[in-house]
């Protein structure tokens, strides 16, 4: 397990590695940039680069860790890419229904071939599934994560590239924002938040502003009209008081009642 800066969340868990670019948001991409880096550094689950690679060894790590986590599943890939088979895929939902204790987060931007293997899931109650949505162009995957019978459906609006004017958050439990980072990062304005923010308001859909971005993202920070904006879906609040009642077999007293807590704060 690695421990991730990513705003979001608080681990990443990588059964799959490597990918290929699918559409404008994928122009800069991170993962690309880290996979290249850390083949370099011979580290040995990179050594092919980014192409998609499949880790059977690290398939059941969740399982072992035993304090309860929010973990972002395949950060350095896309779950529903096409080269990864089915077979795999389901090994990693099994993975996650039976490490149940973990909150796991999918981020895609492969909806429509999520749209096509979703019924043969059976969806954990602990999985949350988002899609990326990075201009008006592909706004059509927010249609296809509806359909699908997620605990928590999610957007990240990430890098927002364009305008979003009308927007229907139907069936979606939190939407992100944030601006691309790094050396060649592309611009947003802020007007485009804004609209989506106050379609968040509006339709009261719980709204996460991750940063501004930019070429140093440190100075260019997350505050929107002198704020952050870390809500969180509300329906985590529900899954939390459901699992309260339910103690992990394997955790001590207090450990549980860490993880009560967590899930119950949030
Ligand atoms: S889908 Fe994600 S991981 Fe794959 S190339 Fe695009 S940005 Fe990178």
Redesign the pocket.
């Known amino acids: 397990m690695a421990n991730s800066k990513i705003e979001w969340t608080e681990s990443t868990w990588n059964p799959v590695t490597g ?4 559409s404008l ?2 122009k800069n ?1 991170y ?2 940039r880290m996979a290249k880096r850390l083949k370099k550094m011979g580290q040995p689950n990179y050594a092919n680069g980014f192409r998609i690679t499949l880790h059977e060894n690290v398939l059941e790590y969740p399982l072992h860790w035993k304090k309860p986590k929010t973990i972002f599943v395949n950060s350095m ?2 779950l529903f890419h096409e080269q990864i088979p089915d077979s795999f895929i389901f090994k990693i939902f099994d993975i996650m229904k039976q490490a149940h204790w973990h909150q796991f987060q999918i981020l895609t ?1 492969r909806s429509i071939r999520l749209k096509k293997i979703a019924p043969k899931i059976d969806w954990p109650k602990n999985v949350w599934l988002g899609v990326s949505v990075e201009n008006e162009s592909v706004k059509f995957r927010i249609d296809d994560l509806r359909r699908v019978h997620a605990a928590i459906r999610f957007i990240s609006f990430e890098p927002l590239l364009g305008p979003f004017a009308s927007l229907d958050f139907d069936n979606i439990d939190w939407v992100i924002v944030g601006g691309e980072s790094g050396p060649r990062a592309r611009p947003m304005k802020k007007e485009w938040v804004i609209q989506i923010k106050e379609q968040c308001i509006v339709q009261n859909v719980p709204f996460f502003f991750k940063q501004w971005g930019g070429i140093n993202k440190k100075e260019t920070g997350r505050l929107l009209d002198g704020r952050t904006w870390d809500e969180m879906p509300t329906k985590l609040i529900n899954l939390g008081k459901e699992i309260e009642h339910k103690k992990v077999p394997h955790l001590t007293d207090e450990q549980n009642d860490d993880f009560r807590t967590s899930k119950v704060a949030i």
């Open positions: 990918c290929t670019k699918i948001g994928c991409c993962a690309e890939s896309d931007k």
